[in-house]
């Protein structure tokens, strides 16, 4: 099982940035994609969250930047970030859960927001 995430890079304050995660499972298979970020010196911390029938849950640092969407034809999801800020410096992780190959870890995309 895999995630092939994409779309991290250098961006400016106040830009915008879309992230992408495809998953080599069907969304059948999937419960729950998710976005995980990690900035140096911190720990991993949530930024959203979706669930299979849509529900969506943010981290306290990017409610109202942060939109959340799952492809379940194309078993991607994607994080749109707006209004960024240096803060979001970080290396962006796609999650997945499945219920028959557990929790799976993407490799991760780097985020650079410059000010």
């Known amino acids: 099982v895999q995630l092939q995430a994409s779309g991290g890079g250098l961006v400016q304050a106040g830009g915008s940035l879309r992230l992408s995660c495809a998953a080599s499972i069907s969304s059948s298979m999937i419960n729950r994609m998710s976005w995980y970020r990690q900035a140096p010196g911190k720990q991993r911390e949530l930024v959203a969250t979706?669930?299979?029938?849509?529900?969506?849950n943010y981290g306290n640092s990017v409610k109202g930047r942060v939109t959340i969407s799952r492809d379940k034809e194309k078993n991607t999801v994607d994080l749109q970030m707006n209004s960024v800020e240096p803060e979001d410096t970080a290396v962006y992780y796609c999650?997945?859960?499945?219920?028959?190959?557990?929790?799976?870890w993407g490799q991760g995309t780097q985020v650079t927001v410059s000010s």
């Open positions: 999650n997945v859960e499945s219920r028959w190959y557990g929790n799976i």
């Open positions: 979706i669930s299979s029938t849509g529900t969506t």
